[in-house]
């Protein structure tokens, strides 16, 4: 994986202008590159899921914060799931709610003003758990990478990182925390990068994911990233992006241009092979098994 600070690294150095305005314009054409890497497709990288619980009597759920598009939503009650159908305007969602109907099962839902609204109103005091499954928008690389004081402690097997003379903060959750090689006994991490659940004090960091190196009992160096989300292996293709803007455009260079525009669309081809279907199963097409609340009958 590579980080913000190592992107704009990379871009300076292929661009052979390292200065701090050059290096400010490759922040800006790499992230523009993101953004238009991310809206090709309905990518498995950006999917996610958040949760809430129904209210009695209340309608409509605010969406989760970094929402962008709904991919499904699920209330479950009990041992079963139930999955609502989309209203696909105004008009019919108001129709639908000339009914005063209540019901702890959802036959639709809408979606309006950031808010994911249900019919039937639910009717239970008792909360039953909504789960989004949605694509995440995301915030633009910007944070520098992270390097002060040492990891002091980690054992193999735990999520539970220990810092020496660092002051880790609470914004760092959500970026990514390698601990550096090296040939030191006790001393050294795996060199893998593993995503920081929370920032449990300046000295304490959670990962999402147990930590699968050596155990660490002395003093090693460390950094903590900012990352895109794409995938390890395609991490280099805004870089590619944003060099063929620039030796097209900023310092015109055909060649260069070209160059780099090829290795950006063959890497794209690669990207699009290996995530937008998330295994090489045979897809079972919908089978229509619709579930349906015996309770209730809307003639629209």
Known sequence: MKSYTELRNQFGSLAINNSSTNLTLGDELINDSLRNIYAMGD????????????AA????????????????????????????????NREMWDRLNESSTTSDIPEFFFIFNGQLGFFPKPASTTSNAITYIYRRRVADLNVADFSTGNVSAITSGS?????????????????????????????????????????????????????????????????????SFLPEEHQNLPVYKALQIYFMSVQPEPVRSQMYGQLYEDGVMRLKADHLDKTHNVVVEDIGVTQINPNLTVTL
């Open 43 to 54: 990518w498995d990288f950006l999917e996610k899921t958040a949760t809430a619980s129904t």
């Open 159 to 227: 999520t539970t990182v220990t810092g020496a003379s660092t002051s880790w903060t609470v914004p760092m959750a959500g970026r990514f925390l390698r601990v550096t090689h090296t040939n030191t006994a006790g001393a050294s991490g795996d060199g893998q990068w593993y995503e920081i659940s929370s920032v449990a004090s300046s000295t304490s960091i959670v990962l999402t994911k147990a930590y699968n190196g050596t155990t660490i009992t002395a003093n090693t160096a460390y950094k903590i990233g900012q990352m």
């Open 57 to 88: 009597s209340t309608q409509f759920y605010a969406l989760p914060f970094d929402y962008s598009k709904l991919k499904g939503v699920t209330i479950t009650i009990g041992s079963f799931i139930y999955t609502p159908k989309e209203v696909p």
